[in-house]
């Protein structure tokens, strides 16, 4: 039964994708019941943190930061959505690291000179990607600023109030669909394929329940109408080890400006 049950698909859901979304879950709460489980309608807007953690959370959608910072002991891998990113192995995602259009210091020697704005310190895609990659190059960052999501970072940017932002390529293809500011900006660079963002329950979901919900999701992905997949870009589920997003480095705050 679905009391007490919570469900979230908060991870892609604006307003231009919540029919899109409603949907999905529609075809995911029907394939369960075919096999006996009730599960709740979507939460939205609640406290992200609250819903992970919570013991009666029997799916979720979460990022790979959050998973292995914190979550990793107490929720199971349900599986992976594979949104078919061009350079990217199945079930794994990359970011975009964009800049203004019209910016012509875009090189590595430049980034010391520039404000990055990212989403939050908990995001694989915005922080750890984008931190990660410029290590790699071995350059860093005038300052950091938080802006709370990748399109409010994607916008300071556009905005001159920041010059230098890393959005996963998923969201990119959000923001340069229902976003007008996104014509101001320009991919200049694109950061590692890392494990996307696992679909999870609680750790104390029962073995055989989390096969069914990897049963009923993967049916669901395949029964999505083409206006519907054109909108939310699931094309399969896949499964991506644990291990594979314990292993991604995660950088401390400071490391942002440190030379």
Avoid at 202 to 221: D, K, Q, W
């Amino acid at each position: 039964m679905s009391a007490g049950m919570i469900a979230s698909l908060p991870m892609y859901d604006r307003p231009e994708t919540a029919a899109a979304h409603d949907a999905f879950w529609a075809l995911i709460r029907d394939h369960a019941a075919q096999e006996g489980l009730d599960l709740p309608p979507l939460t939205r807007g609640d406290d992200l943190w609250a819903q992970w953690e919570d013991p009666q959370m029997i799916l979720s959608l979460t990022c790979g930061l959050p998973y292995r910072a914190r979550l990793k002991d107490k929720v199971q891998i349900v599986a992976v959505p594979d949104y078919r990113l061009p350079g990217c192995p199945p079930g794994y995602y990359a970011s975009h690291i964009v800049v203004r259009a019209d910016d012509q210091a875009i090189g590595p020697e430049h980034w010391p000179h520039k404000r990055m704005a990212f989403n939050e310190l908990r995001s694989q895609s915005g922080w750890a990607a984008m931190l990660n990659h410029a290590f790699g190059l071995g350059t860093f960052f005038a300052s950091a600023r938080e802006t709370g999501s990748h399109r409010e970072a994607s916008r300071a940017v556009a905005e001159r109030r920041a010059d230098i932002a890393c959005i996963d390529a998923q969201t990119w293809r959000m923001i340069s669909a229902y976003d007008g500011w996104a014509d101001a900006l320009k991919i200049i660079d694109t950061t590692e394929p890392t494990p996307g963002l696992p679909l999870i329950t609680a750790a104390t979901t029962p073995p055989e329940t989390v096969a069914l919900l990897r049963r009923a999701v993967a049916a669901a992905v395949r029964d999505l109408t083409d206006s519907d997949r054109a909108v939310l870009h699931i094309h399969d589920l896949v499964d991506v080890p644990a291990q594979a997003y314990l292993d991604v480095p995660t950088p401390a705050p400071e490391d942002a400006t440190a030379a």
